[in-house]
């Protein structure tokens, strides 16, 4: 099984809340990991990210996909 | 500073691929964090997910947005 | 009209749940036609398309754009 | 295998366009098969939807992951 | 013609950048207009908002469907 | 504070609607600015776009993220 998706992130659910349409569910990632970012690389070049830099990460969950194998 | 997404995981830059329009950043995750999902309520239904369960989360480069503080 | 987005589905509704914030929306999709998927191309090495390959095209429902022409 | 998402849809590949960061695929997809939308109450309430109606559903192709299983 | 999208902006295009595979377009905005977030709640609960509340909107380009009428 | 992101509007709150998971938060943007897209290079040669031309830029309010500073 392989995803068209840089970021595939091994986790454990924590808390699930239904809601009428939506739900939230959260879980923790405990292991070291890598990620991925694309963005313009004009957005690129005024951030000036290299090797080193600490940055946030931020990602609305409605972004995040639960697979479960 | 206060974002309204529930996912802000620190990183650290690791590569950088200039493109023409687009570019690709990558970045280490060190340190254990959580994450949250939204999906609907049926999706959820269908995986079934309750505390404890293992899963993948699948994330398109596309939607993580680096911030530089 | 002209969109720029190379996903244009003709679809008939089937059926739909009103929430408090967010709505479900479903559709019948009766006729054949193509799709489109833009993901890095180091995804697209990992994944090894060729055409011929069969493939599940995976798309979160908030990410489909319902317009009534 | 279980995704958390409402649109799963089988797919041939047709074409493969190779870029520097980012690359672009084409699909057939011949089987009847059915889409969900989720958007915000408002927005329904506008659109007016009921079964039975015509839409197209547009969908950017960024927000579409292939998955080769 | 109605979308099932709650931010509509009229704009015109100021400049274009044509990649192999994306392109880059910028427009300008001259006049006043509304815009909508959905967000969770639990990111509402800490952002805080209230009415009369100055905050950033910030969207990736990817996310901004251009349409011509 | 640098966002990896093209589009940073500065926005005043005028109203809040919270849901049991979700929440609409709306917002004024008065002064004018500018915005930017990334499509497919093939839906860009669709739209034949050029300075001047005048679009409508649609966007779900999921895509936009609030920041408070």
Same mark, same amino acid.
Request: proline residues 4%.
């Given at each position: 099984? =392989?995803?068209?998706?840089?970021?595939?992130?091994?986790?454990? %659910?924590? @808390?699930? =809340?239904?809601? /009428?349409?939506?739900? !939230?569910? #959260?879980? /923790?990632? +405990?292991?070291? *990991?890598?990620?991925?970012? %694309? &963005?313009? @690389? $004009?957005? !690129? +070049? $005024? !951030?000036?990210?290299?090797?080193? +830099? =600490?940055?946030? !990460? %931020? %990602? #609305?969950?409605? *972004?995040? &996909?639960?697979? =479960? $194998?």
């Amino acid at each position: 099984m =392989k995803y068209g998706a840089r970021n595939q992130i091994h986790a454990t %659910v924590t @808390s699930v =809340k239904t809601g /009428d349409v939506m739900s !939230l569910v #959260k879980f /923790d990632v +405990d292991t070291p *990991h890598s990620m991925a970012s %694309v &963005l313009t @690389s $004009e957005s !690129l +070049d $005024e !951030l000036g990210l290299k090797p080193g +830099d =600490k940055v946030a !990460l %931020v %990602v #609305k969950a409605i *972004h995040v &996909l639960p697979v =479960k $194998e």
